[in-house]
């Protein structure tokens, strides 16, 4: 679905609501998306920006939830074997709320009864082999980074020193595009993130002329042209903290055509403004973006050539 919340939404504002649960803009006090089912509270780290539009969507299966927002810019899995708190049952049943309605706008909430197919949800560095330079305490080791696991204890912790560096062997060449580290307080103000097939010759992937990324940690999705690797390595440049450099996990994730499809629907939504609203284009057009980001593995030409039919391409 689509979300532009206004501004000051109060604490419990209900996005939809039926006898079985809420999902709400803000669970309580915390300005935070989630869920209350069955008197649990679920709540993703997550608050939906004010004032402008934000596509959400939710992946339920019988084990938990996964949030995808703009389809890959956050992304986070709730899920417990017992009790299975974190199971979505959408409340449909009114949207918005009898009595804490949120104010805002939602567009095309769509409903599907399968769990949809969203590219890019791997992460390659799951559970592979990672190393690293000397850690704060050897509990915090390199492979608590890979292990898929986010809790506080759950991390790599390098010793205090500004060049501190961490790897993972993905097991075999891959193609990639994407690195997300999910940071804890002392994270790096600069750093490098660096490729290899054969772990000797190494080549930046992002960042500035020399290859060096500014961070202000938490969060760092780190997106580039699809690069060959096998080894795919973190090399602290400068310490934000007195601390070493920690994150809960280092993700790596394929190439795919996400970037190129994201473009193509800007493309569209400016196209649409142009275009006689009642021409076979403007139809044509809403066609494919009502279906964002649900089509994200739809053949890309078809758009591209759609784009190119407009007057004055
Ligand atoms: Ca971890």
């Given amino acids: 679905m689509w979300i532009k919340p206004d ?31 069955e008197h649990y509270d679920s709540t993703f780290n997550y608050s939906v920006p004010e004032g402008k539009w934000t596509h959400l969507t ?35 049943l009114r949207i918005g709320s009898a009595t804490n309605a949120f104010k805002g706008v939602l567009d095309n909430v769509m409903i599907y009864n399968k769990a949809i197919d969203l590219q890019n949800s791997d992460n390659l560095a799951l559970h592979q082999k990672a190393e690293s330079s000397a850690t704060e305490f050897p509990y915090y080791s390199p492979d608590m980074a890979v292990d898929g696991d986010v809790s506080p204890t759950s991390r790599w ?24 580290i999910r940071w804890q307080a002392a994270y790096a103000e600069k750093f490098k993130l660096l490729v290899s097939t054969d772990k000797t010759n190494w080549t930046s992937v992002s960042g500035d002329k020399d290859g060096v990324i500014h ?6 999705i780190i997106t580039f042209d699809a690069k060959q690797a096998r080894y795919v390595k973190f090399q602290g ?45 403007h139809e044509l057009l809403l066609q494919v973006l009502n279906r964002y980001p649900y089509d994200v593995n739809r053949e890309l030409r078809p758009m591209q050539d759609l784009i190119k039919t407009s007057p004055g391409k």
């Fill in 58 to 92: 939710f992946k339920g299966d019988n084990k938990g939830v996964t949030l995808f927002v703009n389809i890959d810019e956050y992304v986070e899995r709730m899920e417990e074997t017992y009790p299975k708190m974190n199971t979505l049952v959408l409340p449909t």
């Fill in 215 to 220: 961070s202000k940690g938490n969060l760092d």
């Fill in 7 to 37: 501004p000051g939404n109060p604490a419990d504002a209900v996005l939809m609501e039926s006898p079985v649960g809420t999902l709400k803009l803000k669970q309580g006090s915390t300005g935070k998306l989630g869920f209350t089912k």
């Fill in 157 to 180: 912790s390098s010793a205090y020193v500004d060049d501190a560096w961490f790897l993972v062997d993905l097991g075999d060449v891959k193609d990639i595009s994407k690195v997300i």
């Fill in 237 to 281: 440049v400068k310490r934000a903290t007195v601390f070493g450099n920690s994150f809960f996990e280092f993700e790596v994730y394929g190439a795919d055509h996400i970037q190129e499809y994201k473009q193509l629907i800007a493309q569209m939504e400016d196209l649409l403004q142009q275009v006689d609203n009642n021409s076979k284009l």
